[in-house]
């Protein structure tokens, strides 16, 4: 049987659980690819994916299409203002706009990511915002794609409730263990695709 392809598309957080997703898929027979740098938040990702899709030509589509990049937010953290979040209508016209792209080309072989919270205790005096702000872009997603049939990983959920220490120091970036996690929650949303 011939290996699938799954292109994963995603900010700096993708980055860093791909190498351990890419040796849990190929268990599965199954090759993961991706651009080798960040894509940004849902609106960067929104202009670049189409050459992705040309590109890397994948029989699956998982895309993380974050408000802000997480290499942003770990930025922004302690500015006065807080994160720049984007509009609720934008992000859900770019979410929306994302997944017609990839469901064009996967069909129903296509997951979305939510966007995992920041760490309470490392983030700083904003975490508690930036996380109900989190909450929010990720139920104006995940309802807006249930609509178009299209799956979503656990990982928000996942991060939010594990038991082991999932972030760095600047309390976004994910730790060794938040990768491995990682990895394991959007596995078992791409095996749920492959069942479906």
């Known amino acids: ?57 994948p029989d699956l589509g998982v895309f993380a299409c974050p408000p802000i990049a ?21 992000y859900e016209s770019t979410v929306l706009r994302i997944a017609e792209l990839v469901r064009r080309h996967c069909g129903r072989q296509t997951l979305f990511v939510p ?17 109900r702000t989190i909450v929010q872009f990720n139920h104006v997603a995940t309802t807006l794609l249930a609509q178009l049939n299209v799956a979503s990983a656990s ?16 309390g976004v970036t994910l730790s060794p263990a938040g990768n491995e996690l990682a990895a394991a929650s959007v596995a078992t949303g791409i095996h749920g695709l492959m069942r479906a």
């Open 155 to 170: 990982l928000h959920h996942d991060l939010a409730r594990a038991e082991a220490d999932c972030f760095a120091e600047d």
């Open 1 to 57: 049987m011939p290996l699938r392809t799954v292109l994963i598309l995603g900010d700096s957080h993708r980055l860093a659980y791909q190498p351990c997703l890419t040796e849990i898929l190929l268990e599965d027979r199954l090759t993961l690819v991706g651009p080798a740098q960040s894509c940004g938040s849902a609106a960067a990702m929104a202009d670049t994916i189409p050459e992705w899709l040309v590109q890397f030509d």
């Open 115 to 131: 966007t995992p919270p920041v760490d309470d205790r490392r983030f700083g005096s904003a975490a508690s915002q930036a996380n």
């Open 70 to 90: 997480a290499e942003d937010l770990a930025r922004s953290k302690d500015d006065d203002d807080g994160p720049p979040w984007p509009s609720f209508s934008l």
